[in-house]
């Protein structure tokens, strides 16, 4: 099975031991990271999804221009989950002893209003690891200390280049507006001797390739720092797939959004591969069900491609090989191959 690369930290080796201790349970993390990635390598699916990805919002306050979600927003991109909804999903989680839930997807999960009950009602459900990925942009430090309180184990803010590059792609953020959330969290967390919630600071590859600077700007108040693809979606032809790339998602966890739909893919932002809603059944008969295993076998047999979703996907695309130095590292640059497309005379360019 070949693993995809549109997503590594890059963080010293010292550094990433601290930060898979600081997670806890380290027994029941260790049992959790082996299955994660060995159970698709070995063809083994686990009676329940050992990952739930919850979108707490679909809605978000930005447009930021690589985001396919502000790409594809045509008014309709908004929503909320409801309470009733979201502890359903917990309960069923905590009954199969999930390990670990992320309360956020394709939107901004902070504009939701009982985003802090949420993280609350799932800790005392005993999930273990609960998190989300925001940016940053509705948070100050009266919500950072209830985040803290509610029990939050770890948080990823999005922040993509330094200073004005940043501003001009996260805008109406400033940089120093973000600048002062993740070094007011340092503090809370200096001042309260915990290392809950751990900080993750994530950028795009694109622009890590003009800062590398980046790295030695964050490190001294973050767990983790992250790089990502530019993850063009939902155009077909642009992306030149590896025919031979199995994706593992479908055999390690599911993503449900804001309204109860369950998706099998982070990538599958128009839901083409919907399997299933929470309203109407339980978690547990859409992960076991048939249309599942069908599609996890057409992943096992490299007929990923056959699905319209997964030509619509990153994952899987193969990449130029550029590379970028850091501290006498060389690490990726995670830039896709494109296809060659045709001119307006029918040519290739």
Not at 277 to 303: G, P
Request: proline share 5%; net charge neutral.
């Amino acid at each position: 099975m070949k693993i995809n690369l549109n997503y590594f930290v890059v963080n010293k080796r010292f550094d990433n031991l601290r930060y898979f201790f600081r997670r806890g349970h380290f027994l029941l993390l260790l049992w959790d990271r082996i299955k994660w990635h060995w159970f698709p390598r070995l063809n083994i699916v686990p009676d329940f999804p050992q990952t739930v990805d919850i979108e707490t919002s679909l809605s978000c306050q930005l447009q930021c221009p690589m985001c396919t979600r502000s790409q594809m927003d045509d008014g309709t991109m908004r929503g909320l989950m409801d309470f009733d909804l979201f502890t359903k999903i917990i309960d069923e989680c905590a009954e199969h002893n999930v390990f670990s839930v992320k309360l956020s997807w394709r939107g901004e999960p902070t504009m939701n209003p009982r985003l802090v009950e949420m993280v609350r009602y799932a800790k005392e459900k005993g999930i273990r690891d609960v998190a989300f990925l925001t940016n940053g942009g509705l948070l100050n430090e009266e919500s950072l200390k209830a985040f803290m309180d509610a029990g939050l184990d770890w948080i990823s803010f999005s922040i993509d280049g330094l200073n004005e590059e940043y501003e001009r792609i996260r805008k109406p953020i400033t940089f120093e507006y973000i600048t002062n959330i993740v070094r007011t969290l340092y503090r809370l967390k200096k001042s309260r001797n915990t290392a809950k919630p751990l900080v993750r600071v994530q950028t795009i590859s694109g622009v890590i390739a003009n800062t590398p600077e980046y790295f030695d700007y964050w490190e001294p108040y973050v767990d983790r720092i992250a790089v990502i693809a530019e993850q063009h979606r939902e155009n077909p032809e642009l992306i030149k797939h590896d025919p031979e790339y199995v994706c593992q998602s479908p055999f390690q966890r599911v993503f449900i959004t804001w309204d109860g739909v369950v998706i099998p893919c982070h990538g599958d932002y128009h839901l083409h591969h919907a399997m299933g809603n929470v309203q109407k059944t339980s978690l547990k008969a859409i992960w076991t069900s048939t249309k599942f295993q069908v599609f996890r076998k057409d992943m096992r047999e490299k007929r990923r491609l056959d699905h319209l979703g997964c030509t619509l996907c990153p994952d899987g695309g193969q990449y130029t090989g550029d590379t970028l130095n850091v501290d006498g590292r060389e690490i990726p640059i995670i830039k896709y191959l494109e296809n060659e497309q045709p001119n307006s005379e029918g040519e290739k360019k």
